[in-house]
């Protein structure tokens, strides 16, 4: 798994180079081998300390960066904002520089503000340290790791043995729903792009502004379009908690216009299959029946992946991809 990796932090894909997307592509696909056998631990990170800061709530991603560690031998720091000395006034940075104290070697964070990992990077490299950065998500930025492991649960789907970028090129990939506020689909948009992929973003124009044709793709604000022969189609939860004011008419009706179902797939390519990053509201976004459907839906497929791609992520910024 010897490859070219110089990254320290991972706070962006917007930055990634097609070499850095198939280094974690191929990392991942090993990792993914491991994780099937009767002894799923490797010492990778033996005695190597990861704190997950997470300052948002999250189940998927928090639990997945855990697993993924102890999969790869480190010991965990596990931070929670309701206890923590937040409550009486401490900083972000503060706290940060806490944890840097205590000899951890990455911090994965997840904070509802845009930037807040980037600062956090900024202070470790002030500190002179070799503290490496997980973007898990800020506001309503990025999300790298969903996005790598929504890449890589397509490239293995396109080839299982030798997952790689290019292998998109050329396919219609329709991302539905509340781009506004997604930073799922910031990540997934440099990454689609980067392979090649034809990007198609469906939305109602209060959740799918204009300013979203800087990013390369095309947008519609009616769903047939979006769908209209696409391999693959991804589908977005409504962030209610992000909304400050009412930005669709109703739940029932953004799913009579926006919601997916099997019937609305058959506009695409006889091997459509649906991704979803999660949580997913039933009934709004997507169907039950379409959810639970093997033939269509990789949403179980993404959360497997996606130990794999973190234990990729915390294996190449410890140095291990450097060959």
């Known amino acids: 798994m010897a490859t070219s990796w110089h990254r320290r932090h991972v706070l962006s894909l917007a930055d990634f180079t097609a070499e850095e997307f198939n280094t974690v592509l191929q990392s991942a696909n090993s990792f ?88 956090i990077a900024a202070e470790m490299d ?37 997952p790689r970028l290019e292998l998109l090129a050329g396919k219609k990939i329709a991302i539905v729903g509340d781009l506004l506020h997604s930073r799922v689909a910031r990540s997934n948009l440099w990454s689609f792009k980067a392979a090649g992929a034809d990007v198609h973003l469906a939305g109602p124009p209060t959740l799918l502004p204009q300013e979203f044709q800087q990013y390369g793709a095309q947008l519609h604000w009616q769903l047939e379009p979006a769908l209209d022969q696409a391999d693959f189609v991804m589908t977005l939860r409504l962030q209610k908690e992000r909304m400050s004011q009412h930005l669709i008419p109703s739940l029932r009706e953004y799913h009579q216009q926006f919601g997916l179902t099997t019937e609305r797939l058959k506009g695409c390519q006889p091997h459509v299959k649906v991704l979803h990053p999660g949580p997913v509201n039933r009934g709004v976004e997507i169907s039950s029946e379409l959810m639970d459907d093997p033939r269509l839906s990789l949403i179980s497929q993404q959360v497997t992946n996606g130990v794999a791609v973190r234990m990729a992520l915390l294996y190449l910024m410890s140095g291990g991809g450097k060959g």
Do not use: Y
């Not at 930025?141 to 293995?156: K, R, W, Y």
């Open 32 to 119: 993914r081998e491991v994780l099937t056998r009767r002894t799923k631990k490797v010492p990778t990170l033996q005695a190597r300390v990861v704190a997950n800061l997470f300052f948002e709530s999250s189940t998927r991603t928090r639990n997945s960066f855990e697993l993924a560690a102890k999969r790869l031998s480190a010991d965990i720091l596990n931070f929670s904002p309701g206890t923590s000395a937040l409550s009486k006034g401490e900083t972000i940075l503060d706290t940060a520089k806490t944890f840097w104290a205590m000899g951890a070697d990455f911090m994965v964070v997840r904070h509802r503000e845009s930037g807040v990992p980037q600062a």
């Open 126 to 162: 002030q500190l002179g340290g070799q503290v490496g950065i997980l973007n898990a998500g800020d506001g309503c930025h990025e999300h790298p790791s969903q996005g790598l492991l929504d890449l890589f649960t397509l490239c293995t789907l396109l080839d299982p043995e030798r």
